[in-house]
């Protein structure tokens, strides 16, 4: 609310200094993002350079789940946010039943110019994480776990595990303990991951379901070892927790923008769109918060120190190390059918 | 009458029947009439895990309640007055306290480098953490804390209703005071038992924060899977149908219980 009005009232000062003309004061979107540090942060990075450089409104909304949201909206017929950034699968998913706008990348230079698996016909990547192998130092002061393999093998590496409460991130890794090539995951072979997972369970302390509750075991030695996304491990180091992780077999991961079908403002979505994926403005997201920009071209631009640039999970070679997810195939029939698994897999 | 009671009335429909008569109605209708919700609700084995469990939880949890909570009503019923509501203040303040805070409590309190095990380890008493948090156990200790005051209360004010007079007669008939507590009390005590056993079975069975944070993820209870249902199967149909069988379920536990006591008599003020 406070940061809405914060902006808004920037952007009025702006037109009164006479930055931008009266008329371009018109154009407005509501762009939809996660909330928190992170909102922040590309408010700092990309949102507030980009409507001053666009001439235009950013009224900016937040939700941690965007997608029954975005279905409601939608299904009434009448959206009121344009741009969501969001999980790449939910852009897929609802582009497949008519929620997203199909985007025509002629308008969105920017986006055409990133690698094909970083966007799809409804959507582009706008930032990286990555599912990491995260340990406490404490428990492993040195040869700490550095793979699934480990992260499985209870006898040479004992202490207590979390995983995350969802199939998503967790079935690659599962494969990949059981020695399947980070890029050679797809499609999964969801038996063999659920077979696997079977064999770890026992030793699973805890299943958790949002991030700080991540950050929050691993920080009150409560596990020793668990998946984790690497801002939320870096956070908790920089407090001055004695954890460590490790971006080898890491799952890849990206949010992405996409706009609403039917978005009350789709011509600026569009263009804003564009402008929030400019590498330069992507390279500044990093400079706020522990996420890799979402175009690779961001490295380019000399805004990212080399020592930077080597801790972030899109980096060039730390993507190298990683499995790249395939929302895709998270969006197809296998993968929601995978997804419902696992609710009976985790109820036996 | 009617036009005295209607704004009443008109706020009832409003924020009670038509959510709820919504809520039913999209259980059974996506693009035409449907009873696949309530096929999945009935033949997949994940709902009658978690309906099963919801259910176990919810007993455990108020026989728990019932044995904590007995003896502090009768203590506080049998102390002077400015006791009693020393008494009945400690168990209502908790009770102002955030579900979510009381959760992260018990976290603290139960974790494998929480206080109970540091202490426990301290004193000797073991030599590994015991795992008392992330699983069942956990969660019913914590739905214990949250519910109690739920039992309390209704005891207490059903124990207020009993006349002092009769124990005397018991006492002056030659009885023991345990055998005047077990002839006597305990039966006129009833209604508030089952009132207050009601009341936190009830309202267990529609816990989810407490579950959720302190369940370890193996514990999916009911109103879990209503927001899984959102989130998995993106259908709010699906969900529907599992919170309309949940409120059923209620509704029969409230008309059996209404059966054996008139609810008012102890929930409202006479």
Known sequence: MTMKRNLRLGCVLLGAVGLTTAADAAEQITFVSQGGAYQQAQTVAILDPSAKKLGITINQDSIPDAWPAIKTQVGSGKPIWDVVDTPTGYCLRGGEQGLIEKLDFSKIPNAAAMPEAYRSPYSVSYEFYSSVLAYSQKTFPKDAPNSWADFWDVKKFPGRRALRNHPIATLEAALMADGVAPDKLYPLDVDRAFKKLEEIKPNITVWWTSGAQSAQLLNDGEVDMEMAWNGRVSAVAKEGAKVGFTYNQGILQSTSLCILKGAPNLDTAVKFLNEAVDPVHQANLPLQIDYGPGNPKAFETNVIKPERAAQLPSEPVNAAKQALMSYAWWSSPAGEAAEKRWASFMQK | ?270
């Not at chain 2, 009945?88 to 979510?100: A, E």
């Not at chain 2, 993820?217 to 009911?222: D, E, S």
């Open chain 2, 1 to 270: 009458m009617l036009a005295l009671v209607s704004p009443a009335l008109l706020v009832i429909l409003a924020l009670i029947v038509l959510p709820v008569g919504w809520l039913a109605w999209q259980s059974i209708y996506h693009d035409g009439f449907t009873l696949e919700n309530y096929r999945r609700v009935f033949t997949e084995d994940i709902y009658w895990r978690s309906f099963a469990l919801t259910f176990e939880i919810s007993l455990a949890v108020t026989v728990i309640a019932l044995l904590l909570g007995y003896p502090v009503a009768y203590l506080a019923n049998s102390v002077p007055k400015g006791w009693s509501i020393l008494i009945l203040s400690l168990v209502v303040l908790p009770f102002w306290t955030s579900v979510l805070v009381r959760a992260y409590a018990w976290l603290a309190l139960l974790q494998r480098t929480g206080v109970i095990n540091q202490l426990l380890r301290y004193l000797d008493v073991i030599s590994e953490p015991l795992a008392l948090v992330h699983n069942t156990f956990g969660t019913v200790v914590a739905t214990v804390h949250i519910l109690l005051p739920f039992m309390v209360l209704p005891l207490y004010a059903t124990m207020q209703k009993i006349p002092g007079d009769l124990m005397q007669a018991g006492a002056s008939l030659g009885a023991s005071p345990s055998l005047t507590f077990f002839r006597v009390f305990l039966p006129l005590s009833l209604p508030g038992v089952l009132a207050g056993c009601t009341m936190v079975f009830v309202l267990c069975l529609g816990f989810y924060i407490t579950p959720e944070l302190l369940g370890g993820g193996r514990t999916v209870m009911v109103s879990m899977l209503v927001s899984r249902n959102v989130e998995l199967y993106n259908q709010f149909g699906a969900a529907s149908a599992v919170a309309v069988v949940l409120l059923l379920s209620v509704l029969a536990i409230f008309f059996v219980v209404s059966r054996f006591i008139s609810l008012d008599r102890v929930l409202g003020q006479k």
